[in-house]
Structure formats: C-alpha cells, structure tokens
C-alpha cells in the first residue's frame, strides 16, 4: 500500500504547530520524563500525582509518545568536553577519542517522550471534500493569518499552564515531524535515524519534506504465494531507495489488563516493559481522551438504570445471565462510587500500541512473542491484530485521524488508575555533563553514564561522592577512576594509599609530575608549624598533637600548649617549627620557678619527637600541593579501628603507635584542606579509601565537613570509600556528599546497610538485597573470579537523588586501564590476589 496523506497528514508546519489535511491543528512537545528508577514509594506517589494532573487536563485526542532511537555519539562526545580545554587537556582529548569506539561498539540507545495535543482546527472555508475536488491538499503556512497563530499558542499555553512544569514541556522544531516519519519507516532496520538530542541536531529547511514508501501489510512480496493480509500481523515498509533495507513491523496492543486491577507502585507501569530489547527497536504510543465525573455519573445511572430492568425481566429465570447480570451491576456500583467519592477524577479511554520493529521478519516476530511472555507474567495480554496493522501503525503519526482500530483496542479506567502506568518516567543516572563513567543497566538502554565531577563545582554543586562494597568489589578500581580523569581534565589529586603494595603508587607512576611519599620513610615534612600560614599554624597543631599526646584542651599540659601554639605564643618564643616547640617545652620546664605543666608536656613531646621525623625533622621539605598527582603512603602506620575511634574506652587505650599513625593521616586531610580549598583556579580531589579516619575522628570529621559544604566554591571535592556505611558515613559523610555508589556486599548486614545509606527502603523493594549480594558482579567465573563483562556493576545515587543500577567501565584509554586495573608484585616476584574486582596483570 502506497503512502498517501492519509497515513501521513501534515499539510503544513509552523514551529511545532502541525496543521493536517482533516483541518485540525496540534502542537507537539518535548517532555522531560521524571525520574523514577529505585526511588522510594512515596516519590513514586509524587510522579503518579503529576501524571494524574496531567491526564486530567489533557485535550481530547491527545497523543503521548515514547520514541527509542539510537543515542547520538556527538552529543554524548560534547557533553563529555564540556567546560574542558581540550587544548590545555591533550590526556583528556585522548580519552574522549577512545571512548566513542567504545560506547559506538556498545550501541546505547534511548527514549525521546512527546506530547501532541490538538489546540484547534483550520478556518479555511471550505470543507475537506471541496478542497479534494479543487485540488487544493495542502495548507499555505505562509497564508495563516498571525492572529490564527497567535490564537493557537494561547490554547496550547493555556493546556500546558494547567498540567503544570512537572514536565517541562519544550515545543519541538518543525524538522522533527521529518525525522519522527523517517523513524516510523525506518523502525529496527539498520539504517534508522539516531535521536535528535542536540542543539542543531535538525535542519529547519527540509522540515516539511516527507519521504515515500510502501507499507507491505502481511509482507507479501516476501511470501511465494498471496495470503490474505489480514492473516499476517506484519507490516513490511520498503522505501524506493535501493539502498534502504525495508523495515519488517509489528502492532501490539494490550487486549486485557488484569481483572483485580493493577498495584502502583511495581505492578502498574506496563510500559517499563518494553525496555531492554537489543536487536529491535520498540516504541508506544498513547491516544487518550478523557469525560469529567458528571458525565460519567449521569451514563452510569442510565446504564445502571437499564441493568435493573433487564434483571426485572429475568427474575424467575434460573441461569447464568442472571448472575452476570448481578455481577455487572455490582461492578458498575462500584465504579460509580469511585466518582463519588474521588474528587476531581475523571474517565480516560485510551488506545495503546506498542511498535515493535526489526530489520528482518525473524528477529521481529522473536521479540513479539518475547513481549508477549513478559506481558503475560503481568496478566496483561497482547495482541497484535490482524488486518489493522496499519491504522495502529499511522496512530503513533502525530496529527491522524482517528481510524476504527483506535476505537476498537480502547480501554477506558479512572483517571488516578490511568495515572498509575506513569508513561513519562526514565531511569537515567548522572548528570548531564562529563566524563562517561559507565553505562546505565537500569534502563536496558545502556545511555552512557555522565559522572561531572569537576562540573558540578562549576555549577555550585557538591562534587564530592563516597563509595562503599565489599574487598574485591571494585573500591579502589573506581576511586583511581575518577582520580585520573580528575588529573586528564586539568586538576589534581591527592590519594592516600594503605595498601601494602602500594597500588597507588604504582599507578602515579603512570602520571606525569606525580609525587609520591612515605610517611615512614619520609621525603618531605607534614610539620604544621612549617606547612601553614602563621596565622592558622597553632591552631592546625594544636588539633592533631592534643589527641596524639592524649590531652584535653582543658588540662594543665593541654593548656599550656595552647599558650605557646597561640599566634602570639608562636612569636615570644619564636617557635617555627614543631622540633622549635619541644626545646622551648623543655627550656620553660628547666627555667627555675615554672609550673609543671610545661614540665608534662616536655615528657610527652619527647616520648615522640624522635620517633616522628615527618613532623620533627626541621631539614625535610615541607609538603606543597602544587603536584598534579600525590600519593601519600600510609601501609606501615598503625591505625586505629573504628570501634576504636568511636568506643571511648577503647580510644582512651589506644597504643601510642595508633596515635601517631592517625594524627599523620588527619594531617594530610588538613593539609589538602588547606591546599585545595582555596581558589587557585585549580579543582582538588581529596581520595581516602580508610573513611572511618575521616568521619570519626574530630579532625578528620572536619576536613569532611568542609569538602562536603565549601568544595563547591573552591573547585574542590572529597571521595571516600568504606565496607560498612552505616558505621563510617556518619555526619557530613552521610548527609551532605550527594553521589553515591554501592558495589558487591555480600554480608546481608553490610548489604542492607549500603542500601539503607543509598536511599532505598528495603520494606518496598526487598528483592534488590538479593541483587546486591548475589547479582552484583558475582564471581561465577573460573577460581571464583568476577567474569570480565560482568565486572564493576553497581548501584548508584545522584545528585538529584535518582537512584539507578550501572556498570563501571573504567578508561577508555588502554595505557590509562592497565594503570589504574593492575596491582604491583610483591618483593620475590608473587602475584598479589586480585583487588577491588579487577585481576591482577
């Protein structure tokens, strides 16, 4: 069947002002879907509340359409540039070449939401058959009065006012009605057009050239004998182009929905369904028009009405009718009560099709019946029928007229029961610029996962993220991750390395201007006295040396050495270094007629002064943070626990040797403070895979606190990792880094700790437990190693508190991988097992 216009029925387009040959006029709109993925149940009420809204106020013949096409690999590549020099950035350009063969060969796809809603019809004065006699099958756009159109935008406006932002509805360009028909014909076949999501992407001057093609119902040309069309439900498109494969399509509609109703939220969102399917190309589309409760109250009294007569005449008949009978009367009550009760709820009849289109027969008619079974586990049956193939085909064309199909494949509920398919949703994660970290699993479209770090600051954002999962899962792996696009895109980082093999280390070795540094066997000094402006430096001592010495600012010895780290002690007793505070402590303890404060803190300095070069050696270098990457090694520091640190009994026994090792690992946390949040034009990433020695410590606490709150105005973020969040996220840890992600835990306390922490009610959704622990990179492989396509998944909160499931892909860069996924050998050449999930090499 050729094309005619009365499958295609724009006659003339201004803007997304369509006008068709019927003489109606629409206007169409991009929708920006509200973000649903694992949210809690009450978000959930909040999306179904808009979309009741919504649906209430919707025109007649309303159109809501979810469009899947192709993701642009240009605009994936120019969010991930945006605000880099790439000029300045040669590593990052780097990265961002290797990345579009690789997200080009994963094929990520996704969903384009649009509504089109009928705002008028043509004043033309003469009717459609008289148009067809005079030869007049188009409308002159340039011929629309202005007022017309002005008229038009007001009714449109007046619509959209009412539904409300929610959905942020943009007008779409006219070109778009060219590339939505080059869809339609084009859908599943190799050559179907990717979505247009960019600034640019359409071209205005072709907008009202529409191609040609021939819509093959029941695919005859390919069956040896004719069969009657109406026994195939297939639709073969061939577009005169040779070089066009033709488009093999099918039109699904649900026949039945579930007699009990269906439960919102989890067992209403039938359209959620129709994601996931790799080889073809599924789209929905939606006709909807709606009757407010007065009219349907008086049709239910008639029709009410009516049953009791026809049970009157039945009454002293004994069969199954009667009890039908009973039964219908007994439902329509109900629904009666519905709208007496509900205020503000009216009737929807709508008419849903799902298209579904492949480059063959084979693989379509494969993902119709793979529908099919998904849809019957949800007691939603599909159809696909026959002979209408192609009038629920032309319902997904904006501006058609209705056709019977429509009206015999329509469904009619209560508005709040419509409101629970929520149509317009998406479970996208991320931002909208940056890095691409990995893809979307959630989705089943694979959209790259954008992960701005370094934008977010630039837009007042916190950047600062925190991640938790078991040994093995993939921590570290993603901590160097971000570490290294921090470095590619122009900033810093300092990372501070407990491992014993110094896996840090070796991975700055794969950094140009890398320092790295260990506190055992120091280079450089971490003296405060020395590394700080004087103003400040007494103070920043005074912090981490009280809790190393284990006095109270209030005792005797601790208030002394308050006195001489004062700005004005510092200066009497020209204290500058921290080796300078001990000789003056015991000069003072030696001076005749002096208390015995000074004579206490005398012997605790000195029990420690020799012990600790990295603060007492005045001929070190101090530490500057000018370096594109710093590795600070802390493996031979012994560190307290944090049952240690948060139990006071136990702290109060600490070894002196625990001390010291975490008064040294709060005073690099200081120093990057100091050193990164300050505007220096530069952005700091502060890495610490030990959280609990920056969350439960007094010092450590602080300097979380102020990455978390005041990184956002210098360019600066924090990134943690942790087993248990439940016990290291507290504070500022827990409620103000906002990017979140959970990698395999399979201990079922820590795994409904890390879902807790993420956001997520196990109460609602207790079946995610299970995914985490055993679904989540499980190592099923060979020596019980994570298989490598299913390495680095993960679940993942925003910054908008969208809450999806993804996979971390790591760099895009083979040099870059092999840095940040390998672990060093030990001394006598043996390989070290295999951490955070990426195999040793």
Not at 58 to 78: E, F, K, T, Y
Not at 380 to 392: C, H, K, N
Not at 524 to 544: K, N, Q, T, W
């Amino acid at each position: 069947m050729p094309l005619g216009r009365d499958l295609q029925p724009t006659a003339a387009l201004r803007g997304n002002l369509q006008f068709t040959h019927a003489g109606l006029v629409t206007a169409t709109y991009f929708i920006n879907p509200l973000g649903y993925g694992l949210r809690r149940a009450s978000d959930k009420f909040d999306v179904k509340l808009a979309h009741h809204t919504l649906i209430n106020n919707l025109p007649n013949g309303s159109l809501l359409l979810g469009i899947q096409a192709r993701r642009d690999m240009v605009d994936v590549l120019s969010k991930m540039v945006e605000g880099v020099e790439l000029d300045e950035c040669e590593d990052y350009a780097g990265e961002v070449v290797a990345c579009y063969d690789r997200i080009h060969a994963i094929g990520p796809r996704t969903r384009i939401h649009l509504l089109s809603i009928p705002v008028g019809i043509t004043n033309s004065g003469m009717s459609g058959v008289s148009r067809m006699w005079r030869g007049t099958t188009a409308v002159d756009a340039t011929a629309i009065a202005r007022a017309d159109l002005k008229t038009y935008d007001e009714q449109a406006n007046s619509i959209l006012s009412k539904i409300g932002g929610e959905f942020d509805p943009v007008p779409v360009p006219a070109a778009l009605f060219k590339w939505l028909w080059e869809h339609h014909l084009a859908r599943g076949a190799d050559d179907d057009l990717v979505a247009p999501l960019r600034a640019g992407a359409l071209n205005d001057a072709t907008s009202a050239v529409f191609g040609s093609a021939v819509l093959d119902e029941g695919a005859q040309a390919d069956s040896k004998r004719r069969v009657r069309p109406s026994f195939v439900p297939m639709i073969k498109v061939v577009r005169p182009d040779a070089e066009h494969r033709p488009s093999y399509q099918a039109m699904l509609t649900p026949r039945s929905f579930p007699y009990g109703g269906m439960a919102f939220p989890g067992g209403s969102e039938f359209l959620t369904m129709t994601e996931g399917m790799r080889e073809v190309t599924v789209d929905w589309g939606m006709r909807v028009s709606t009757r407010p409760a007065e009219q349907v109250l008086k049709s239910n009294e008639v029709n009410l009405r009516r049953l009791g007569e026809q049970m009157d005449q039945r009454d002293v008949e004994v069969s199954f009718a009667q009890s039908t009978l009973m039964s219908k009367a007994q439902m329509l009550g109900e629904y009666h009560e519905h709208f007496e009760v509900n205020g503000g709820e009216s009737e929807v009849t709508f008419t849903t099709v799902i298209a579904v289109g492949g480059h063959s027969r084979e693989t379509t008619q494969d993902a119709v019946n793979t529908l099919k079974r998904r849809y019957t586990r949800f007691q939603v049956e599909l159809t696909a029928p026959v002979g209408a193939q192609i009038d629920l085909w032309s319902m997904l064309v904006p501006g058609s007229s209705p056709r019977r199909a429509y009206d015999d494949f329509a469904h009619i509920i209560p508005s709040d029961m419509w409101a629970g398919f929520v149509p317009f949703v998406s479970n996208e994660v991320g931002d909208d610029s940056g890095p691409v970290i990995g893809v979307n699993l959630l989705s089943g479209n694979f959209e790259p996962i954008h992960f701005g770090i370094m934008e977010a600051a630039l837009h007042d954002l916190s950047a600062s993220f925190a991640v938790t999962g078991e040994l093995g899962s993939g921590k570290s792996f993603f901590l160097k991750l971000i570490a290294v696009l921090v470095h590619d895109m122009g900033g810093q980082f300092l990372a501070i390395d407990r491992s014993q093999v110094g896996e840090w280390a070796h991975f700055a070795a794969a950094i140009d201007d890398a320092v790295v540094i260990d506190l055992t066997d120091p280079s450089v000094s971490l003296d405060p006295l020395r590394m700080f402006d004087p103003r400040i430096a007494g103070e920043r001592a005074l912090d981490s040396l009280l809790p190393l010495l284990d006095l109270s600012p209030t005792s005797a010895a601790g208030t002394a050495a308050g006195n001489l780290l004062s700005v004005r002690g510092l200066a009497e007793h020209r204290i500058h270094s921290m080796l300078d505070l001990v000789h003056v402590a015991r000069r003072l303890r030696d001076a005749g007629g002096t208390d015995a404060d000074y004579a206490d803190l005398a012997i605790r300095l000195g029990a420690i002064a020799d012990r600790v070069p990295v603060l007492f050696d005045p001929t070190l270098p101090t530490l500057r943070l000018d370096a594109a990457a710093t590795v600070v090694r802390s493996h031979k520091l012994a560190l307290p626990t944090a049952e240690e640190l948060v139990t006071p009994h136990l702290y109060n026994r600490l070894p002196l040797t625990k001390r010291l090792g975490s008064a040294l690992y709060e005073l690099v946390g200081v120093a990057a403070r100091e050193a990164f949040l300050t505007d220096n034009g530069r952005f700091g990433l502060l890495v610490g895979d030990e959280a609990h020695h920056f969350t439960q410590t007094q010092v450590g606490a602080a300097v979380t606190s102020d990455f978390s709150r005041d990184g956002r105005k210098h360019l600066a973020a924090i990134g943690l990792a942790s087993h248990d969040p439940a016990t290291d996220f507290q504070g500022a840890a827990h409620n103000l880094i906002p990017n979140r992600f959970v990698f395999r835990q399979r201990d079922e306390t820590l795994a409904r700790n890390s879902l807790a922490w993420l956001g997520v009610d196990l109460k609602e959704a207790p079946f995610l437990l299970q995914m985490l622990r055993e679904e989540t990179s499980p190592p099923i492989g060979p020596g019980r190693q994570v298989p490598e396509e299913r390495r680095g998944e993960m679940f993942m909160r925003d910054a908008l508190n969208r809450i999806g499931r993804g996979k971390v892909l790591g760099p895009a860069r083979l040099d870059r991988a092999m840095a940040i996924g390998s672990t060093p050998t030990s001394a006598v050449g043996t390989r070290v097992a295999e951490r955070d999930g990426q195999r040793v090499s």
